[in-house]
């Protein structure tokens, strides 16, 4: 069974149908570059310029970096315009694919959703939290495998800042961070979320864990287990293409 699914983050909207009894992207991805400024109308473009890349007919699974409640509405978005806050984006996501039918969530809760199902949380029980290192920094919570929502975890004021703008992979960027001094960073912000939730399993995810080698080693002091995600930077495709199949 074939869903598309539409990963929007803050540099970029990727896409591809999936492939959801391996739980894997059935072609490889297509990807344009997040414009900027993110309005709505112009990532409603970008989308849009995805989808008929494959010339896709059916139903379509898409995440947003940010709060997403009743399966449409915007709550939050740090990371593109202000715009998006309170607006109905799966009727304007719908209007611009032209009435195909459009679900909508969190992009984090999508990466974590794919990892409990494929990939590095399959068959884990109690606390796992999933935490994308990005433009921003996302994070999915899980229980015995039942999602808590739209908890961004990456807004955590740690010492003095907000999370993300220290410990992002565009931190590490912005500021020409060693791999070295910026794991520290990671770790202290793994230390704070860890002592909010005491989870069992910290999933790393997000473009940064293709690297995880490069920094993993120099993250100590952490009792949970930490592991790179497995579907990496396709998660969050995998988990709307997921979302879209159950809501349809």
Same mark, same amino acid.
């Given at each position: 069974?074939?869903?598309?699914?539409?990963?929007?983050?803050?540099?970029?909207?990727?896409?591809?149908?999936?492939?959801?009894?391996?739980?894997?992207?059935?072609?490889?991805r297509?990807?344009?570059?997040?414009?900027?400024?993110?309005?709505?109308?112009?990532?409603?473009?970008?989308?849009?310029?995805?989808?008929?890349?494959?010339?896709?007919? +059916? /139903? @379509?699974g !898409?995440?947003f970096? =940010?709060?997403?409640? %009743?399966? $449409?509405?915007?709550r939050t978005?740090?990371n #593109?315009?202000?715009?998006?806050?309170?607006?109905?984006?799966?009727?304007?996501?719908?209007?611009?694919?032209?009435?195909?039918?459009?679900?909508?969530?969190?992009?984090?809760?999508?990466?974590?959703?794919?990892?409990?199902?494929?990939?590095?949380?399959?068959?884990?029980? +109690? /606390? @796992?939290? !999933?935490?994308?290192? =990005?433009?921003?920094? %996302?994070? $999915?919570?899980?229980?015995?495998?039942?999602? #808590?929502?739209?908890?961004?975890?990456?807004?955590?004021?740690?010492?003095?800042?907000?999370?993300?703008?220290?410990?992002?992979?565009?931190?590490?960027?912005?500021?020409?961070?060693?791999?070295e001094?910026?794991?520290?960073?990671?770790?202290?912000?793994?230390?704070?979320?860890?002592?909010?939730?005491?989870p069992?399993?910290?999933?790393?995810? %997000?473009?940064?864990?293709?690297?995880?080698?490069?920094?993993?080693?120099?993250?100590?002091?952490?009792?949970?287990?930490?592991?790179?995600?497995?579907?990496?930077?396709?998660?969050?495709?995998?988990?709307?293409?997921?979302?879209?199949?159950?809501?349809?």
């Open positions: 069974m074939h869903i598309f699914g539409v990963d929007i983050g803050g540099s970029g909207i990727k896409g591809a149908p999936v492939d959801l009894d391996r739980g894997d992207l059935a072609e490889e297509c990807k344009v570059l997040t414009p900027q400024p993110a309005t709505p109308d112009a990532v409603a473009d970008g989308v849009k310029q995805v989808v008929e890349h494959f010339g896709w007919t +059916g /139903p @379509v !898409l995440t970096p =940010g709060v997403v409640t %009743g399966g $449409a509405t915007i978005a740090a #593109v315009d202000k715009a998006w806050i309170d607006m109905d984006a799966r009727a304007l996501f719908g209007e611009r694919l032209g009435g195909l039918p459009v679900t909508v969530l969190n992009d984090a809760d999508a990466a974590g959703v794919a990892e409990m199902s494929f990939g590095a949380g399959r068959d884990r029980r +109690g /606390p @796992v939290i !999933l935490l994308t290192f =990005g433009t921003g920094i %996302g994070s $999915a919570v899980f229980v015995d495998g039942v999602l #808590v929502p739209n908890t961004e975890l990456g807004h955590l004021e740690l010492h003095g800042h907000d999370a993300e703008k220290r410990a992002s992979s565009k931190a590490r960027e912005d500021e020409d961070l060693s791999w001094h910026w794991a520290h960073r990671v770790q202290k912000y793994l230390a704070h979320v860890e002592m909010l939730f005491s069992e399993l910290f999933i790393i995810g %997000g473009g940064v864990s293709r690297k995880s080698q490069k920094f993993l080693p120099h993250i100590e002091g952490i009792k949970a287990e930490i592991v790179p995600a497995q579907l990496q930077n396709n998660a969050g495709i995998v988990g709307a293409a997921m979302r879209a199949a159950k809501a349809g």
